[in-house]
């Protein structure tokens, strides 16, 4: 009897531990998907209020981006990735690939059919915590070689904030990324 | 540092104190194998397909992902196999023939909070050695964890403890704190606090929590009853019931047996679980009577086998 209830303590876990992270991961860890060449894809907002209990009471200003951009061209091609129009300072973490920091991009070629994916991690400093809207721009996909715009999709950071409310407030602030 | 006091004189303590060390070291070189940011059998792999990419374990070598996939049909169907998908294939069949040998040499994560756990004194911390039924809970926790796709949900990434302690390192290695989501911090307290800093030997996810460790130990509860496989083998001739096996078993695998079960040097003797031994031989090391060790051959047969005996243990 004791044995049967410990076996189904033990199956009732996970299956309770995967109903709760479908539940936050979609309101604390945004993703970010991108293609080349195709349509835009779905503009990310992350908003700070959405934030489970836990993560609200333990690192309230802390969150991540995970981003890919898919090559769908017939071809290899070098990417850079960079965030536009945002105010937040973004520690990024390149998953595969060798980061060249100061252009910004990827050292080798993603294969045709190839995905780059990497982590932008941030925390909302002080000094703009009391604001509504932390981030208004966009992560845009280029070719480090001639600059070109390959893809670009919004991002959106906010506290509470209605998606129609968050477009009246554009942040032109410097690119403080690196 | 906290240190285990053990019986049998100086000698025996730093004999286990040095094995310790030693296995230390092997988590060290299975963290440079496996883990970002050295990862080095996933370079070796991205090498062999001329890609030279920097190693990454989530979504190429997770053997937790490689168990979750084990009982999706569209994994079987598509017969479209990761390296991770792989590779538990692999842990699987050493775990049948030589033990979990992955989680008693290799995993960087069990050992990072058996470590961290030696930090806190033991007064704090929960025992669970012989007083729950570990194999119980963790087969449940396995069984579970297999049939998260037949529930439409699943718990690869947003639960594991392999990625919280990348970002562990990574977070050091940049001085800059990851972002954890709800989840995340769900795992960092249950394996890093409640299963490693305040519950004994420091393993407590491994124990319940861990699907790569469980299925290794379904295969190893198998694969020990076979006469030619290697386990921790217990030579009850030898033993004098001193305690020391238990006290410094990582996973509390080991605990005092019930009176009758063996015919000892003295005392009761031990019982070693083999749904949570991961042959470590850490029990080995601190034993001074050589009544413990790691090999090949048949498992000791308790005299609690044959009536007689164990009426006559009574008697």
């Known amino acids: 009897m004791v044995t049967a209830l410990a076996v189904a303590i033990g199956f009732a876990l996970p299956v309770a531990a995967g109903h709760y992270g479908r539940g936050m991961s979609g309101r604390e860890a945004a993703k970010a998907s991108l293609a080349f060449p195709g349509p835009p894809g779905k503009p990310v907002t992350v908003d700070l209020a959405a934030f489970g209990g836990l993560k609200k009471t333990l690192q309230p200003w802390h969150f991540r981006i995970f981003v890919s951009v898919a090559n769908k ?78 893809t670009a999709l919004p991002l959106r950071v906010v506290n509470g904030i209605a998606d129609g409310a968050a477009h009246e407030h554009h942040h032109d602030g410097a690119l403080h990324v690196h | 540092m906290n240190r285990i006091p053990l019986k049998g004189g100086k000698d025996v303590q730093n004999h286990s104190d040095r094995f310790r060390l ?66 538990i294939f692999v842990v699987m069949a050493v775990a049948l023939i030589l033990g979990p040998l992955f989680c008693g040499w290799l995993c960087a994560a069990g ?9 806190v004194p033991d007064r704090w911390k929960i025992d669970v050695a012989g007083k729950v039924d570990a194999g119980a809970v963790r087969y449940g926790f ?15 990434c947003s639960f594991c403890n ?29 394996w890093l ?57 990582p996973m509390r695998a080991i605990a005092p047996a019930a009176d009758g079960d063996w015919q000892t040097s003295g005392g009761p003797g031990v019982r ?18 050589g009544a413990l060790g790691y090999g090949f051959g048949p498992l000791a047969k308790p005299a609690s086998a044959t009536l007689p005996a164990r009426e006559a243990a009574r008697s």
């Not at chain 2, 370079?43 to 190429?60: Q, T, V």
């Not at chain 2, 392999?162 to 249950?190: D, K």
């Open chain 2, 193 to 249: 606090v409640a299963g490693g800093m305040f519950m004994k030997g420091g393993r407590g996810w491994c124990v319940f929590l861990c699907p790569v460790g469980g299925i290794q130990n379904a295969m190893h509860a198998i694969g020990a009853r076979l006469p030619f496989t290697a386990k921790m083998r217990y030579r009850p001739e030898n033993c004098r019931s001193c305690g020391n096996c238990v006290e410094v078993c």
């Open chain 2, 142 to 156: 396995l069984a579970g964890y297999l049939s998260l796709p037949f529930f439409g949900t699943g718990i690869g």
């Open chain 1, 73 to 150: 061209t017939a071809g290899p091609r070098r990417v850079g990735v960079r965030v536009e129009g945002c105010a937040l300072f973004f520690d990024w973490v390149v998953r595969d690939y060798t980061w060249e920091a100061d252009a910004r991009a990827v050292a080798e070629p993603i294969p045709p059919g190839g995905k780059l994916t990497l982590y932008l991690f941030t925390e909302v400093p002080e000094e703009l915590r009391g604001q509504p809207i932390y981030c208004d721009g966009r992560i845009v996909a280029f070719a480090p070689e001639t600059g070109e715009l390959l």
């Open chain 2, 162 to 190: 392999f990625r919280v302690l990348e970002y562990i390192g990574l977070g050091v290695g940049s001085g800059f704190l990851p972002a954890l989501t709800s989840t995340y911090i769900v795992v960092t307290l249950l």
């Open chain 2, 22 to 87: 030693v296995r230390y070291a092997s988590y060290f070189i299975g963290f440079l194998l496996f883990y970002s940011p050295a990862a080095l059998v996933l370079r070796f792999f991205s090498g062999l397909d001329g890609k030279h990419l920097i190693g990454n374990l989530c979504d190429s070598l997770n053997l937790r992902m490689g168990v979750g996939g084990l009982l999706s049909i569209d994994r079987w169907q598509a017969m479209d196999w990761t390296l991770g998908q792989v590779s």
């Open chain 2, 111 to 119: 050992a990072f909070t058996e470590f961290v756990g030696r930090l």
């Open chain 2, 272 to 289: 070693i679980s083999l749904n949570t031994c991961i042959a470590c031989a850490q029990c080995s090391a601190a034993c001074p009577h």
